[in-house]
């Protein structure tokens, strides 16, 4: 059983930095490939970032590449996604997810858990 536990959403200005973070109940967190992905309102789910077993290894959407960081810790079992330079296009839920395995995917369909999302909001 693996329960995900987005936070760290919320309303804020262009240019702006906001700090995800997913906090994972399991007993085997580092078996897992973590990845954040995003739903903008009419549009389909879509991949944001992932990061490997240990952390070292790491892939990013070309839309927030430069911009977004996802980080590990494999001691408190969180994931973290920090999000600089916002922009309007950034706005959906977020949601934290993850998969067995070794490979970073980027398809919905490849990850077997996903959260309830946080909502992240970019406007002037």
């Known amino acids: 059983q693996v329960q995900l536990v987005e936070s760290g959403g919320g309303l804020v200005q262009p240019g702006d930095s906001l700090r995800l973070s997913c906090a994972v109940s399991t007993r085997s967190f580092d078996t897992l490939i973590m990845g954040w992905f995003r739903q903008a309102p009419g549009k389909e789910r879509e991949f944001v970032a992932a990061?490997?077993?240990?952390?070292?290894?790491?892939k990013y959407a070309d839309s927030v590449k430069g911009r977004f960081t996802v980080s590990r810790d494999n001691d408190k079992n969180t994931v973290t996604l920090q999000m600089n330079s916002l922009k309007a296009e950034d706005t959906a839920v977020y949601y934290c997810?993850?998969?067995?395995?070794?490979?970073?995917?980027?398809?919905?369909?490849?990850?077997?858990?996903w959260g309830l999302g946080t909502q992240v909001t970019v406007s002037s």
């Open positions: 997810a993850a998969r067995n395995g070794l490979s970073l995917e980027v398809a919905v369909a490849e990850y077997s858990y």
């Open positions: 990061v490997s077993r240990a952390g070292g290894g790491k």
